[in-house]
């Protein structure tokens, strides 16, 4: 596209973002702090994302872009065509044929494999900020490995709501060290997150922070002895694919309380009925 | 002068395509990644600074960076080039440098490099280090007994059970594992090193598990 750098950044920009991202990966779920810059998109539709993915990108790969798990939703489409337009990447919908993944608030049901990178949009990069407002306070307790609060956070659900009531951002310890918000991913994606094969970056836009899941890493979901991490299950199985073991979305059909579920993953749920038919 | 030092043929994407292999390197620690880069100039009575670290520089490397020389590389001509090429301050204290460029023959565990603290661990150098050697076990070789060769066995976060890395078995080389086998003591701060042999590029950063091949293979069959 005429007038802009190839993928919309500046040069000096990437490779800040780059050497940031090396010290990332350096450092697993640690919070690296990179001079975010304003993208022609507001926050909160994935400019941390966008500059990360802007930053690692090049004119071969195959970029796929996901929101909820689907292709086909406003903040995906949007994104995907922006990197159309600043890069003139090829785009993809299937999660083997990508060789790039920006998402937002989910993991492919599709097992990613070594050489792919999964580009998460973060929020709130922060796992610890609603419980302590303080940049200098969290800062403190991460370098300090200060980390029962979260704990308390996690037994108060157990108090109020006999089980741990947390859906999705559910915080991790990444390496047996830093506890990192693994983006409002639902904690049925947390797994995945465990010795995944494929790269894993986060970029939080507004808050200017990026981290990394390097692959094959060892990534446990907070939780208590009697009181172990479990993932949500369905008592349905996709209305449209039949699958029983993946995330699914409950649909409203109609106004007089119709409703079906069906998956989240709209790649997964389309090449399984492309296999069944 | 400069004209000797290549430049990137394509700023743009050959930055972008040798990032990735870097990024690549730092992320799957041991894995041996070979770069397409013009040769930098052999340069008289120095050690070769090798084609893939010069890309690395050429990639990562601009006004808002310093670089610190160790001796044994340093002449007026490096300094020149990078300053030409990439706009990066030179500086002489180790401390305040993002990255430094050094060989394995004259690493020395005492230099002062910046390792972060515990609330910006990232604020830390990385290392370019040239070495003789770089091989891994990944060639089927999967004990590091070549020949007597000292490997080292790396593990943790990007491997995933164990990867052996050979860089030489010089003092130095010793010396730079010895010290970067110490980061784990001091995680999260720490260096990272990123080991330059011609063409070919691999990483340690602070993260990995560092033990003797040896040491392992012993334990093991204690086991």
Known sequence: ????????????????????????????????????????????????????????????????????????????????????????????????????????????????????????????????????????????????????????????????????????????????????????????????????????????????????????????????????????????????????????????????GGRMFVCSDTDYCQTRRGEVA | MNLSWPALDDTVHDSQRLFRQVLGAMSEPGTVHELVVPTPPAQPQKPLLGAALWGALLSLCDLDTTIWIGAELDSPALREALTFHTGARITDDPASADFALLTHASFDPRTPFAVGSDTYPDRGTTLLVAVERLENDSNGNTKGERDGQSGWRLSGPGIAESRVLDIGDGAGCRALMTRLAGNRASFPQGLDAIFGCGARLAAIPRSTRIASAEARVDSREVN
Request: hydrophobic share 35%.
């Open chain 1, 1 to 256: 596209m005429n007038g802009y750098n190839f993928a919309y950044l500046d040069e000096q920009t990437k490779r800040m973002i780059r050497r940031a991202l090396l010290k990332a990966v350096a450092i697993p779920g640690y919070q690296v702090p990179f001079g975010g810059r304003e993208m022609p998109m507001p926050y909160g539709w994935g400019t941390g994302g966008v500059q990360l993915t802007a930053s690692i990108l090049g004119a071969d790969d195959i970029l796929k872009v996901i929101d909820q798990g689907a292709d086909d939703t406003t903040n995906a489409v949007s994104i995907r065509h922006f990197f159309q337009r600043v890069a003139g990447v090829e785009t993809t919908t299937a999660t083997t044929a990508a060789d790039v993944i920006q998402t937002r608030h989910r993991i492919p049901e599709t097992p990613l494999r070594s050489g792919q990178i999964l580009v998460f949009q973060v929020p709130i990069p922060e796992p610890l900020r609603f419980i302590e407002p303080s940049e200098q306070e969290t800062r403190l307790m991460h370098a300090l490995e200060e980390y029962g609060v979260m704990h308390v956070k996690l037994y108060e659900d157990i108090a109020r709501y006999g089980h741990i009531a947390t859906t999705y951002a559910y915080p991790v310890k990444v390496d047996g060290r830093y506890v990192m918000d693994p983006s409002p991913i639902p904690k049925f994606d947390n797994p995945k997150l465990d010795g995944n094969p494929a790269l894993m970056l986060f970029g939080a836009g507004r808050e200017k922070r990026l981290y990394a899941i390097p692959p094959y890493t060892r990534v446990e979901s907070l939780d208590f002895e009697d009181h172990p991490f479990e993932i949500q299950r369905w008592e349905h199985s996709c209305a449209l694919c039949g699958s029983d073991h993946s995330y699914l979305d409950e649909v409203i059909t109609d106004d007089k």
